[in-house]
């Protein structure tokens, strides 16, 4: 067994430990050496790999077995060879998502092969109206999978992460921990930092038409957690009413919870309030249908209302897509129709990044006091620290700033999208793109499957419609893509784009 610590001249200090091992031979033993260090991210794309001759000094074995170790990896599509730039980490060799979990770099819930598993001669065969360029029919064989993780991320649920407004929220951070008290570095209260709570019953007054004052919000880590909070906590009992199609995680969650959830069928006006029946709550996405598009209509609205009052019941509205609407006048919260019968939660999830992990919970006086028993005595989730630092770029006019300029530049994708599907699959409907960050593209019935499939075989990763299904729902299943135009960095869009459209049954 031979070890070595291989320096990659190019990054400073990134030391490879390569373990040769196994009964195979040294280059077998070499060639799964480097795919594991591909792999579990030791060696990141477009790293330099040593030349031939310092890496066989290292490893004490002949260059030849370097050489081609190098060779058999490249033509696996690990790694790249070009002359004049050595041998490099192919740039679509994504490290293997750790067990059980999604891995950061590679879109999550993704089931494709991985590079490994690629051999040449077992080429998987793309569904019948894929026309990949990457795969003449004479070497495609039966198999399930596409030949190579996706190139492009099209799953909703991400804002564009290289739009993050770093220097902005440097700046509200700077300034917060230069302005903060000595106490902020104590525990915190449950209820949220003052500052934040005023700012945002400031900013949700404004931009959401929400009625309430900083006493009747908590802070939380996300919308996830306030279900957590009010179902996990006792705060709210089931049965919960939930829209037919919502993202099934949160369904998830709220049976763990021991909460059943009872499905109301959707329609061009939205849900379906009409057939609420003895749930004790409902919860809607009013601004925008989750995944399926359309705000709530307005006689709904006041109908939840209504239902409410005369139940004794709550409404908990999760204003995700509250923020980013495009042509169509803007739908203020529900809340605001009365604050005593309505829930608000949001969170900056969209609207800044998933990974800030802050949120809000908007309550009836009636339901503080149990959700802050619920939190506990000490802050445990959100650090005071970014809760001030949201706190000062509310108040600084950066979040407005941020969310204006995301907003053009979410409905020129959004033109864009729609656009390259009205030139180069024309008969595919667009649906839901007056608000949010994606789009639902309606297919013929029994088609989505195989579209799913077909995207991927042109490295397009997205969801169907009936991932979203809620599983008892009693409503007509429609087919369709769900293709979140947020996700890809803005050079990378107009090719994500053109993927998706060869991927489209019968595009052009
Ligand atoms: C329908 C819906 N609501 C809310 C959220 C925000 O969740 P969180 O605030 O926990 O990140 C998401 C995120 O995926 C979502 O899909």
Same mark, same amino acid.
């Not at 064989?141 to 564009?160: E, I």
């Not at 006086?365 to 005595?377: I, P």
């Given at each position: 067994?031979?070890?070595?610590?291989?320096?990659?001249?190019?990054?400073?200090?990134?030391?490879?430990?390569?373990?040769?091992?196994?009964?195979?031979?040294?280059?077998?033993?070499?060639?799964?050496?480097?795919?594991?260090?591909?792999?579990?991210?030791?060696?990141?794309?477009?790293?330099?790999?040593?030349?031939?001759?310092?890496?066989?000094?290292?490893?004490?074995?002949?260059?030849?077995?370097?050489? =081609?170790?190098?060779?058999?990896?490249?033509?696996?599509?690990?790694?790249?060879?070009?002359?004049?730039?050595?041998?490099?980490?192919?740039?679509?060799?994504?490290?293997?998502?750790?067990?059980?979990?999604?891995?950061?770099?590679?879109?999550?819930?993704?089931?494709?092969?991985?590079?490994?598993?690629?051999?040449?001669?077992?080429?998987?065969?793309?569904?019948?109206?894929?026309?990949?360029?990457?795969?003449?029919?004479?070497?495609?064989?039966?198999?399930?999978?596409?030949?190579?993780?996706?190139?492009?991320?099209?799953?909703?649920?991400?804002? =564009?992460?290289?739009?993050?407004?770093?220097?902005?929220?440097?700046?509200?951070?700077?300034?917060a921990?230069?302005?903060a008290p000595?106490e902020v570095?104590?525990?915190g209260d449950p209820a949220g930092r003052v500052e934040l709570r005023e700012a945002l019953a400031e900013?949700?007054?404004?931009?959401?038409?929400?009625?309430t004052d900083a006493d009747r919000i908590v802070v939380?880590?996300?919308?996830?957690?306030?279900?957590?909070?009010?179902?996990?906590?006792?705060?709210?009992?089931?049965?919960?009413?939930?829209?037919?199609?919502?993202?099934?995680?949160?369904?998830?969650?709220?049976?763990?919870?021991?909460?059943?959830?009872?499905?109301?069928?959707?329609?061009?006006?939205?849900?379906?309030?009409?057939?609420?029946?003895?749930?004790?709550?409902?919860?809607?996405?009013?601004?925008?249908?989750?995944?399926?598009?359309?705000?709530?209509?307005?006689?709904?609205?006041?109908?939840?209302?209504?239902?409410?009052?005369?139940?004794?019941?709550?409404?908990?509205?999760?204003?995700?897509?509250?923020?980013?609407?495009?042509?169509?006048?803007?739908?203020?919260?529900?809340?605001?129709?009365?604050?005593?019968?309505?829930?608000?939660?949001?969170?900056?999830?969209?609207?800044?990044?998933?990974?800030?992990?802050?949120?809000w919970?908007?309550?009836?006086?009636?339901?503080?006091?149990?959700?802050l028993?619920?939190?506990?005595?000490?802050e445990?989730?959100a650090?005071v620290?970014?809760q001030l630092?949201l706190a000062d770029?509310l108040a600084?006019?950066?979040? =407005?700033?941020?969310?204006?300029?995301?907003?053009?530049?979410?409905?020129?994708?959004?033109?864009?999208?729609?656009?390259?599907?009205?030139?180069?699959?024309?008969?595919?409907?667009?649906?839901?793109?007056?608000?949010?960050?994606?789009?639902?593209?309606?297919?013929?019935?029994?088609?989505?499957?195989?579209?799913?499939?077909?995207?991927?075989?042109?490295?397009?990763?997205?969801?169907?419609?009936?991932?979203?299904?809620?599983?008892?729902?009693?409503?007509?299943?429609?087919?369709?893509?769900?293709?979140?135009?947020?996700?890809?960095?803005?050079?990378?869009?107009?090719?994500?784009?053109?993927?998706?459209?060869?991927?489209?049954?019968?595009?052009?």
């Amino acid at each position: 067994m031979a070890k070595s610590w291989v320096n990659s001249a190019e990054r400073v200090g990134a030391d490879l430990h390569l373990e040769l091992s196994g009964t195979g031979g040294r280059r077998a033993a070499l060639i799964a050496a480097l795919r594991e260090a591909v792999r579990d991210g030791r060696l990141a794309p477009g790293t330099r790999l040593p030349p031939y001759r310092s890496l066989a000094a290292d490893l004490g074995v002949a260059r030849n077995t370097v050489a =081609d170790a190098y060779a058999e990896l490249v033509a696996e599509g690990w790694l790249t060879a070009r002359q004049g730039s050595g041998t490099r980490v192919a740039d679509r060799a994504a490290p293997l998502p750790r067990a059980g979990r999604a891995s950061p770099t590679a879109p999550p819930r993704t089931r494709t092969s991985t590079p490994a598993k690629r051999t040449r001669t077992s080429a998987p065969t793309p569904p019948a109206h894929a026309s990949s360029p990457t795969a003449p029919a004479h070497v495609r064989a039966p198999a399930r999978t596409p030949p190579r993780p996706p190139l492009h991320n099209l799953r909703q649920g991400t804002p =564009d992460a290289s739009a993050f407004p770093r220097a902005a929220w440097l700046a509200s951070y700077r300034r917060a921990l230069q302005q903060a008290p000595n106490e902020v570095f104590g525990p915190g209260d449950p209820a949220g930092r003052v500052e934040l709570r005023e700012a945002l019953a400031e900013y949700l007054a404004r931009a959401r038409g929400v009625r309430t004052d900083a006493d009747r919000i908590v802070v939380c880590s996300g919308f996830a957690h306030a279900l957590r909070l009010l179902f996990g906590g006792g705060v709210l009992r089931g049965p919960l009413a939930v829209e037919a199609y919502g993202l099934p995680f949160h369904r998830e969650l709220l049976t763990a919870a021991g909460v059943r959830t009872v499905p109301l069928p959707l329609d061009e006006h939205g849900a379906r309030v009409d057939r609420l029946g003895r749930e004790r709550a409902v919860l809607l996405t009013p601004a925008h249908q989750f995944p399926t598009g359309g705000p709530l209509h307005a006689e709904r609205r006041a109908a939840v209302i209504d239902w409410a009052r005369a139940r004794g019941g709550v409404v908990l509205e999760d204003d995700y897509d509250g923020e980013f609407r495009y042509d169509r006048k803007p739908v203020g919260a529900v809340q605001g129709l009365d604050p005593e019968r309505v829930v608000l939660l949001g969170s900056v999830s969209k609207s800044l990044s998933p990974a800030v992990r802050l949120g809000w919970m908007v309550l009836p006086e009636r339901y503080v006091e149990g959700v802050l028993a619920a939190k506990g005595e000490r802050e445990a989730w959100a650090s005071v620290l970014d809760q001030l630092s949201l706190a000062d770029f509310l108040a600084s006019g950066s979040y =407005d700033r941020h969310v204006r300029r995301m907003r053009q530049r979410y409905r020129s994708r959004r033109d864009r999208l729609v656009a390259a599907l009205a030139a180069q699959a024309p008969h595919v409907e667009v649906t839901g793109v007056a608000a949010g960050l994606h789009a639902v593209l309606r297919l013929p019935p029994g088609t989505e499957r195989s579209a799913v499939k077909a995207a991927a075989w042109q490295g397009v990763a997205l969801d169907g419609l009936a991932g979203f299904r809620h599983p008892e729902a009693d409503m007509e299943a429609a087919d369709g893509l769900v293709v979140g135009y947020a996700t890809p960095a803005e050079h990378a869009y107009e090719a994500a784009l053109g993927a998706l459209c060869r991927g489209l049954p019968g595009a052009l």
